[in-house]
T-cell receptor
Framework: SAVISQKPSRDICQRGTSLTIQCQVDSQVTMMFWYRQQPGQSLTLIATANQGSEATYESGFVIDKFPISRPNLTFSTLTVSNMSPEDSSIYLC???????????FGDGTRLSIL | KNQVEQSPQSLIILEGKNCTLQCNYTVSPFSNLRWYKQDTGRGPVSLTIMTFSENTKSNGRYTATLDADTKQSSLHITASQLSDSASYICVVSANRGSTLGRLYFGRGTQLTVWP
C-alpha cells in the first residue's frame, strides 16, 4: 500500500493567518483527496486534488478558503487561508486508485487556531 | 439522504473478550462497504472491503458481515487485544457510474480494551 507523508503533523496558528499542508506519496496515484475530521464527527471530504487542473470542491468548501495544488502524481498541498478558530480540526490527505481499492490515509495535520 | 449510522458510539471491553460493532446505512445506489481502524493520532487504515455480493470477509481477528437487503453491516472482533483500542469507522461507497464512488463516513465507534 502507498506510504503517505503529511507535513506538518500539527501546528498552532494565529487567527487570520494561512497554513499550507503538504502531502507526499511514495508512488504515483490516480486520485488524491483532502478531508477534514472534527472531534466526534465523521470525515468530511473537502476536495479532490486533480493533477494539472483545478481541484474539485465539495459543497460548503471554496477555493479561496482552501486552495489546493497538485503539480504531479505524488504530491499535493492544501492551504487553509485566513484561519479562524472554527478551522481547528484534523486535515487528512488520502490517495486511491478508484473502484474497489481501499483509500489510504496520511496521519493527518492537527491544526489549532488561537 | 445518504447516511451511515454506527452503534454504539463507544464501547469498553476486557482484553480477550469478543465484541461486535454495528453499521446501518441508507446510501444508494450501493457500491461497497469498508471498515477502517483509526488509532489515536493516526490516519484510518482499511480493514475490509465488501461488495454487494459478499456476505462476510475476514482479516485476522476482524470479521465483517454485510446484509445488503437490510443495509446493515457488523464488525466482529475476536479475542480482543489492547492494541484493538481505536476508533472503527464504517464507510459506504455510492455508485456514481464512474470508477470511484463517493464515500460516506460514519462517525465511528470508539473501542477501549482494558487489561
Amino acid at each position: 500500500s502507498a506510504v503517505i507523508s503529511q507535513k506538518p503533523s500539527r501546528d498552532i496558528c494565529q487567527r487570520g493567518t494561512s497554513l499550507t499542508i503538504q502531502c507526499q506519496v511514495d508512488s504515483q496515484v490516480t486520485m488524491m483527496f483532502w478531508y477534514r475530521q472534527q472531534p466526534g464527527q465523521s470525515l468530511t471530504l473537502i476536495a479532490t486534488a486533480n493533477q494539472g487542473s483545478e481541484a474539485t470542491y465539495e459543497s460548503g468548501f471554496v477555493i479561496d478558503k482552501f486552495p489546493i495544488s497538485r503539480p504531479n502524481l505524488t504530491f499535493s498541498t492544501l492551504t487553509v487561508s485566513n484561519m479562524s478558530p472554527e478551522d481547528s480540526s484534523i486535515y487528512l490527505c488520502s490517495v486511491g486508485h478508484g473502484g474497489y481499492q481501499p483509500q489510504h490515509f496520511g496521519d493527518g495535520t492537527r491544526l489549532s487556531i488561537l | 439522504k445518504n447516511q451511515v449510522e454506527q452503534s454504539p458510539q463507544s464501547l469498553i471491553i476486557l482484553e480477550g473478550k469478543n465484541c461486535t460493532l454495528q453499521c446501518n446505512y441508507t446510501v444508494s445506489p450501493f457500491s461497497n462497504l469498508r471498515w477502517y481502524k483509526q488509532d489515536t493520532g493516526r490516519g484510518p487504515v482499511s480493514l475490509t472491503i465488501m461488495t454487494f455480493s459478499e456476505n462476510t470477509k475476514s482479516n485476522g481477528r476482524y470479521t465483517a458481515t454485510l446484509d445488503a437487503d437490510t443495509k446493515q453491516s457488523s464488525l466482529h472482533i475476536t479475542a480482543s487485544q489492547l492494541s484493538d483500542s481505536a476508533s472503527y469507522i464504517c464507510v459506504v461507497s455510492a455508485n456514481r457510474g464512474s470508477t470511484l464512488g463517493r464515500l460516506y463516513f460514519g462517525r465511528g465507534t470508539q473501542l477501549t480494551v482494558w487489561p
